[in-house]
């Protein structure tokens, strides 16, 4: 089998396919409304829509239908409180959040770029560590995935100290019926929190464009695997990459939001978003063995998407309010 071939074969029909997105919508768009010089990032913008297909696609015809071969609990096939996790992904992987955030925040990354230029802050710039070693594309892609899910790990741990931040991250907690969905299952301001770190992280770490939507891309994909109803274990493995069962230990009543033996105290385990180093450095890494029910104790959330986040705003300014 000539992988080459088969590679090539993909990168011209992705190629073609976002350059026909952009001829025949996008572009006649931004015609329309005069907003053409915002041509060359609307053409970039389609990775989004089309990294986001590609990882719907991969949910709907591998992830669920593992999660009917290797369930790690009995659940309806499609459950009402599922529909909103639905809505949840395609707004985030067809591009539509980042798109958004994107324009709402270009300003203001281009002004931090020109001040750290002005200060002549000097990036990581990864590639320039061990040339030749560094500089291979892949390996500086792997190093960029370590540094900003270490951000990640540290961003996951504050959203469960703070009491008014906890409440917004609730939401991702309050699902009761776990699947491939889940993962996207969160509040608009805590994603605009997280969106607009991880995009700071990545501009000071020197990440380009293309690498940022690549590392973006392959994260939402491995997160939504982790957040599966599959109950799989990795064995040795777990030691390197999150699995399903060791996240949804996290996602446990009990047992991810709470401190141990402190029904309401806020804690947890399990805070790792890809790699559980950062857990088993900072001693918050449980590895389990059995299933358990996942939800907040003593919460319940509406199914329909603006009531949820409405609850989650009001819980969160009432902790901020004087008691």
């Known amino acids: 089998?000539?992988?080459?071939?088969?590679?090539?074969?993909?990168?011209?029909?992705?190629?073609?396919?976002?350059?026909w997105i952009f001829a025949a919508i996008v572009g006649p768009i931004l015609y329309q409304f005069d907003l053409m010089s915002w041509a060359e990032d609307a053409f970039?913008?389609?990775?989004?829509?089309?990294?986001?297909?590609?990882?719907?696609?991969?949910?709907?015809?591998?992830?669920?239908?593992?999660?009917?071969?290797?369930?790690a609990e009995t659940q309806e096939r499609f459950s009402s409180s599922s529909k909103a996790?639905?809505?949840?992904?395609?707004?985030?992987?067809?591009?539509?959040?980042?798109?958004?955030?994107?324009?709402?925040?270009?300003?203001?990354?281009?002004?931090?770029?020109?001040?750290?230029?002005d200060f002549r802050f000097d990036r990581l710039n990864v590639e320039s560590w061990w040339p030749g070693v560094t500089s291979i594309p892949v390996v500086s892609f792997v190093i960029y995935l370590i540094l900003l899910d270490f951000v990640?790990?540290?961003?996951?741990?504050?959203?469960?100290?703070?009491?008014?931040?906890?409440?917004?991250h609730t939401l991702h907690h309050s699902q009761t019926v776990m699947t491939a969905w889940s993962d996207n299952r969160n509040h608009v301001l805590d994603d605009i929190m997280r969106t607009t770190l991880m995009a700071f992280f990545a501009l000071l770490f020197g990440v380009s464009p293309g690498q940022f939507i690549m590392l973006i891309a392959l994260s939402q994909f491995i997160q939504s695997w982790q957040h599966a109803n599959i109950k799989v274990h990795l064995g040795a493995a777990r030691f390197v990459l999150i699995s399903p069962m060791y996240?949804?230990?996290?996602?446990?009543?009990?047992y991810g939001h709470e401190a141990i033996g402190k029904p309401g105290v806020l804690g947890g385990c399990n805070f790792g978003i890809l790699f559980p180093w950062w857990d088993m450095l900072f001693s918050t890494a449980i590895f389990p063995k059995e299933v358990y029910p996942t939800g907040v104790r003593n919460l319940t959330v509406s199914n329909n998407v603006i009531t949820q986040q409405w609850q989650g705003l009001v819980r969160s300014v009432k902790e901020l309010l004087p008691k």
Do not use: K
Request: proline share 1%.
């Open 44 to 71: 970039d913008g389609i990775d989004w829509f089309l990294f986001g297909c590609v990882q719907i696609f991969l949910i709907m015809i591998v992830l669920r239908v593992w999660e009917r071969i290797a369930p």
């Open 85 to 117: 996790d639905l809505f949840y992904t395609f707004f985030h992987r067809l591009g539509i959040f980042h798109g958004l955030m994107f324009i709402a925040l270009s300003g203001f990354f281009f002004e931090l770029d020109s001040i750290l230029h």
């Open 152 to 168: 990640d790990y540290l961003y996951h741990r504050a959203s469960h100290t703070f009491n008014w931040w906890w409440q917004l």
């Open 1 to 19: 089998m000539d992988f080459n071939a088969i590679t090539s074969a993909i990168s011209s029909a992705y190629g073609s396919a976002q350059e």
């Open 247 to 254: 996240h949804r230990l996290h996602h446990a009543v009990g």
